[in-house]
């Protein structure tokens, strides 16, 4: 088994690509590890050691190490535990868990607009920063202002900010004239 690595603009993560599926669908997001009570290869991530987050994504791990620790340290250990994971034949996730759709549900006057939202999001933003490692999904949307939940590599990222208002925000308010302004929300 090789398992490529890739740098994300979040000096903090390193996407790992194990050359198979990691999920069918979806995305599981683990920001410690008592809630990776449902993930046997998020367990084994932590357990390496200097690991403060994990996510998953279809083709790909992201793991967020500590701030005190080096990658050339901790890097050999989660390699080898996403290897010894997928060599166990042990499942990524618990049979009772399901991956989140990621956007939070809407209704009301507004949920024609949320829908376009939603959609803008899942064909043109969230292939994009899966590509960097992470996900962003819709978490509300109030008097023209969208609040965005951001995951993976993307959670804590120092162009995070420069991302949602440059990027999001501005595509968002072209589209959608209603949209005046993109927020983050804290998981």
């Given at each position: ?66 701030d ?14 996403i ?15 399901a ?52 995951q ?20 968002l ?6 949209v ?8």
């Amino acid at each position: 088994m090789f398992i490529q690595t890739e740098s994300t603009p979040n000096p903090a993560t390193l996407k790992f690509l194990p050359g198979q599926k990691v999920l069918d669908a979806g995305t599981a997001d683990f920001p410690s590890a008592e809630a990776a009570e449902n993930s046997p290869l998020a367990q084994r991530i932590f357990a390496t050691g200097g690991v403060t987050g994990v996510f998953f994504g279809l083709d790909f791990v992201t793991v967020t190490k500590a701030d005190d620790v080096e990658w050339d340290h901790i890097k050999p250990g989660i390699l080898g535990a996403i290897m010894e994971h997928y060599q166990s034949g042990q499942p990524v996730m618990a049979a009772d868990h399901a991956p989140a759709s990621g956007h939070a549900e809407h209704t009301g006057e507004d949920s024609e607009i949320v829908g376009q939202i939603k959609e803008l999001l899942d064909t043109r933003v969230r292939p994009a920063v899966a590509q960097d490692g992470g996900d962003i999904t819709f978490h509300g949307f109030d008097r023209g202002i969208v609040y965005l939940h951001m995951q993976g590599a993307c959670a804590g990222c120092p162009s995070s900010t420069l991302t949602l208002k440059m990027g999001i925000e501005n595509l968002l308010r072209h589209y959608i004239p209603e949209v005046v302004e993109v927020r983050p929300v804290a998981a």
